[in-house]
């Protein structure tokens, strides 16, 4: 099933100019992220982890450069929790690409679990 993703991109009134643009990810969920993976559209084979092991702390951001297209994404969090995200358009020139836990579904439901189970644990500590 296709998610309907709105994702914040920021982009400094550019258009594609060439073949390559920077893309900058910022990591604005509750979650560790330790992969992300870009293939084109409909393609199931993801590319290759962007991370190279690497995690991506909440907060945290990084680049990397990519070729002017349309994108399928794949996003893996500290807990193995997997949300794919469509039709991604990164032919921006210096583009940031603003990751939170309302983007993904798996986050949204973790990020409300986790917040809940911090409540009872609060209340049962007083």
Same mark, same amino acid.
């Given at each position: 099933m296709?998610?309907?993703?709105?994702?914040?991109?920021?982009?400094a009134l550019a258009s594609c100019t060439d073949d390559s643009g920077s893309l900058t990810v910022e990591n604005h969920s509750d979650f560790a992220i330790v992969d992300i993976?870009?293939? #084109?559209?409909?393609n199931p084979?993801?590319?290759p982890n962007l991370l190279h092991g690497d995690v991506l702390l909440p907060g945290e951001s990084f680049s990397l450069d990519v070729g002017c297209d349309t994108f399928d994404a794949r996003v893996i969090d500290e807990t193995g929790a997997t949300c794919d995200l469509f039709?991604?358009?990164?032919?921006?020139?210096?583009a940031v690409w603003v990751l939170t836990n309302s983007d993904c579904p798996v986050f949204s439901?973790?990020?409300?679990?986790?917040?809940?189970? #911090?409540?009872?644990d609060a209340s049962t500590k007083q």
């Open positions: 296709r998610l309907n993703i709105c994702l914040a991109l920021v982009v993976r870009l293939t #084109e559209i409909d084979d993801f590319g039709d991604l358009d990164l032919c921006l020139n210096d439901a973790a990020a409300k679990a986790r917040a809940a189970n #911090e409540k009872v």
